[in-house]
């Protein structure tokens, strides 16, 4: 019989956290590293052959990429909502995971046949597996509070991220070492694709993907062994469990009137986080345009800065885990608003590779501590011992996604109209500074420590 762990467990936290260790290859390999670069390529490389739709011929090849993701964001906020409303009164919260879960990792084994010789079904398959990555997210979050007490979940919570950003340099490293050892064309960053000969003539970019998918699926199993199933909410007085889900989110966003804390965080949580989602989507795409690299020099600078932003992420997230004990979870997400408002108006400013590393580094420290003090200050104020968990995080999420929707598309539009990616950044730091102010305006009560 299956070992049931009570709440709180060592045993149960860290295999919590070991699930970041496994999607988090999602985040770097796909999201930020090899797929931008090798899209970035082959984008130009169709841009220069005529091989874009007619529809898209007059559109930045980055813009294709950033509302494609926008429109995965808004797919993820309508669906998430239904979702877990069927996972709170179903009791099978783990079920949902794994399907999320699988979904993108086999979408991620696909994008090994991504090209502009089949553009359409490409996206789609890249649609596939974002939505499979935040699609997970959204239960995997919702876990915290269930198995972590108020005291633990700042630590566990930083503990998830930096496990997460350890394993996925771990396989990023296994991938460049694979593409070093041979891969490299003479005349370009990456090759594309070609499914005549994807199964004889498998490269290395292809098998990378491929590696994210196994990767994703292996070590989550780790995770699935020990999470409870879920905990199955009374459904007598539920008239429609499909529906039930938006009902839950309003029944949330009621309550918010009498939770003023929650309700002003949230506030400022949408805005902040739209301009620090942006910002990690895009900065691959703006290292390939905006900074001027040396001559074959791209590819490894990027990836450097890449593997920079990683391991200084670690520590970003442990040194917030600290700083919140001393100064509250209110006051340091403040500081580290401030801290992204600055590195925003200098990354304004960046032209030269050094920059950029100095950039990337900063970037790293305020990524991992933003993320992992976000999810936890949110989870304290959930009422503890409520059974709503995927509900409050369903909202959470929401709340999120739609506010990277927006925030990729006026960085897309913005970037459409300037013809630069320089001048959207000048958005984001509008956003950083109403995230700022909407923070201090978090009422001073005290979140559980």
Partial sequence: MKQILPRGSKKLLNAWAFYDWANSVYSLVINSAIFPIFYAYISMKAYEEGKVPEILKDVNNESIIIVTTAIAFLIVSIISPILSGIADYSGKKKRFLQFFCYLGALSCIGLSLFSFDYLWLSLLIYMLALIGFWGSLVFYNSYLPDIAFPEQQDSISAKGFSMGYIGSVILLIICLVLIEGGFYPKDGLLCETSLENYVF???PVQLSFILVGL?????????????????KKDSTQVKNIFTNGFQELRKIWNNLSEDLQMKRYLGAFFIYSMAVQTVMLVATYF????????????????????????????LGAWLASKLSRKLGNIKTLIVINILWAVICIYGYFVVSPLQFYITAGFVGL????????????????????????ASYFS??????KIGIVIGMLIFAIVGELSGSMREPILFLIVFFILGIILLARVPKIKIKQ
């Fill in 201 to 203: 003539n498998l490269d």
């Fill in 215 to 231: 990767w994703w699926m292996g070590f989550a199993q780790y995770t699935y062994r020990y999470l409870p199933l879920g905990t």
């Fill in 287 to 314: 290292g390939t345009e905006e900074v001027e690299w040396e001559e074959d020099g791209a590819t490894m600078g990027l990836i450097i800065s890449i593997l920079l932003i990683q391991l200084v992420a670690i």
């Fill in 366 to 389: 305020v990524m991992g501590s933003i993320q992992s003090l976000s999810r936890s200050t949110y989870s304290k104020m959930i009422p503890d011992g409520n059974p709503d968990t």
């Fill in 395 to 400: 909202f959470y999420d929401v709340a999120e």
